[in-house]
């Protein structure tokens, strides 16, 4: 079956990795590096940053939440001051690969697990970027949000959703994430599952994945 529909992780695909932002704090305060994904990996599906992702509690909840989780660990860290530094830098080769798969009548959707803050889908903080985040997102035939659904990815249900919503079978997509916990469903169900490293890495193997000449995007 051909692949004709593309679906994309938002945060560390589309954007920079928010990652990056978090090693960044943590140096900044003198926190063990990757100490706030160790924070979020505490009880995988239940820790204040999978609630969030969910819709089940609001900012101030979280970052009371988070607090305790990171003081359980050892060291003081406010949630607000995760979600200051959450919305990465657009990668503009992904967006232009957007727009060449959209004048060659690929359909395309995204896939993200976010929280109910700052503005849009892309959490940014700063009016801008937020209209900047829009006009991608507005750009995708699908957008299917953690926070508003309230199912998280890996749960494969999310990547069900938008399967249904573009009327597609799993085996025509093809799916980005920069997670290799989250690409695991959708190969289960019968995605092509491509995890990102970087912005050419992602869209070498998505030429690849395509039959695309290298170069195409």
């Not at 903080?125 to 998280?152: M, P, Y």
């Not at 938008?162 to 093809?174: H, N, S, T």
Request: aromatic share 6%.
């Amino acid at each position: 079956m051909k692949r004709d529909t593309v679906l994309f992780d938002f945060g560390g695909v589309i954007t920079s990795s928010p990652f990056e932002a978090f090693n960044r704090l943590e140096a900044e305060r003198d926190l063990p590096r990757d100490f706030i994904r160790r924070v979020n990996a505490l009880e995988r599906d239940g820790n204040a940053w999978a609630r969030f992702e969910r819709a089940e509690i609001d900012g101030a909840m979280f970052d009371a939440i988070f607090a305790e989780e990171a003081r359980a660990l050892g060291h003081e860290l406010r949630g607000e001051d995760v979600l200051a530094v959450l919305a990465g830098d657009v990668r503009p080769e992904m967006v232009a690969a957007l727009d060449w798969l959209k004048r060659n009548g690929y359909r395309i959707g995204c896939i993200t697990n976010n929280v109910p803050t700052g503005n849009g889908a892309g959490m940014a903080r700063a009016a801008e970027k937020a209209a900047v985040v829009a006009a991608i997102l507005a750009r995708f035939d699908c957008v299917i949000e953690s926070s508003k659904v309230g199912i998280r990815k890996p749960d494969p249900a999310i990547y069900q959703m938008a399967c249904d919503a573009l009327g597609v079978r799993p085996e025509q997509c093809v799916y980005l994430d920069d997670l290799g916990i989250n690409c695991k469903p959708a190969a289960a169900m019968g995605m092509a599952a491509i995890k990102v490293t970087s912005g050419a890495q992602a869209l070498a193997a998505l030429e690849k994945v395509l039959g695309l000449p290298p170069g195409t995007f």
